[in-house]
């Protein structure tokens, strides 16, 4: 099993729709959870971090359920510009600062 | 602020030549991370740096790379004698204590032909 497993996707959706992405993880001690986001040919930038009671930031919203080891990422009234591979990011803190990055969803909006 | 910086943006070269990428990390952060990504494997953890050491290198795929911090600011990533399937674009990232988020430079795009 990955430490960190996403659906590859992709996801079409029509602008305006609601789109959730899951992610689990395999390590139950982990720590740190984080959402990017990847355009094509640039580099991860992150997009929120991941609270234990759950963050909003706009149209985003990040939850946590660490009982099942997962965490979601929900994208409300979506926009042509979030077209975009959104990775799931874990800290496990083992003693170090390694951070293991998901394969990444493929979002695609269209008009 | 300054982001993190890489360079250079693009390397193409010939098989067996040595490459050389540099990173310069966000000024205060104490961690160093290398990266590799690949249409086929995706996002690929080199090796990591606290504090100037080494950390963690088990993702380094063989002898022929290397990776030296040398101060806070500075660090590389050697390949040496390239090959074709080294062929990637490599990022570098930074972040500071603790759970702090990594920070991503804008990459280098390496052809090895």
């Known amino acids: 099993r990955k430490e960190v497993e996403q659906d590859p996707g992709p996801f079409n959706v029509p602008e305006g729709a609601t789109v959730a992405f899951n992610c689990t993880y395999s390590n139950s001690a982990s720590q740190s959870f984080f959402w990017y986001r990847q355009d094509c040919r640039k580099e991860p930038k992150l997009l929120m971090s991941?609270?234990?009671s759950g963050n909003e930031d706009g149209r985003f919203t990040a939850q946590l359920n660490r009982a099942s080891q997962y965490i979601s990422l929900l994208i409300r009234d979506s926009k042509l510009s979030d077209s975009a591979t959104y990775l799931c990011v874990v800290t496990p803190y083992t003693g170090g600062f390694k951070t293991i990055f998901g394969a990444g969803t493929r979002l695609f909006v269209k008009a | 602020d300054a982001g993190v910086i890489q360079s250079p943006r693009h390397e193409v070269t010939e098989m067996g030549q040595e490459v050389t990428l540099r990173c310069k990390p966000i000024s205060g952060h104490n961690s160093l991370f290398w990266y590799r990504q690949t249409m086929m494997r995706g996002l690929e953890l080199l090796i990591y740096?606290?504090?100037?050491?080494?950390?963690?290198d088990s993702g380094m795929p063989e002898d022929r790379f290397s990776a030296k911090m040398p101060n806070a600011s500075f660090s590389t990533l050697k390949i040496q004698p390239s090959e074709p399937r080294d062929s990637a674009v490599y990022f570098c990232?930074?972040?500071?204590?603790?759970?702090?988020?990594?920070?991503f430079g804008d990459g280098t795009r390496l052809s090895i032909l």
């Open positions: 740096f606290n504090n100037n050491v080494p950390i963690d």
């Open positions: 990232a930074s972040s500071g204590q603790g759970d702090q988020p990594q920070h």
């Open positions: 991941v609270y234990s």
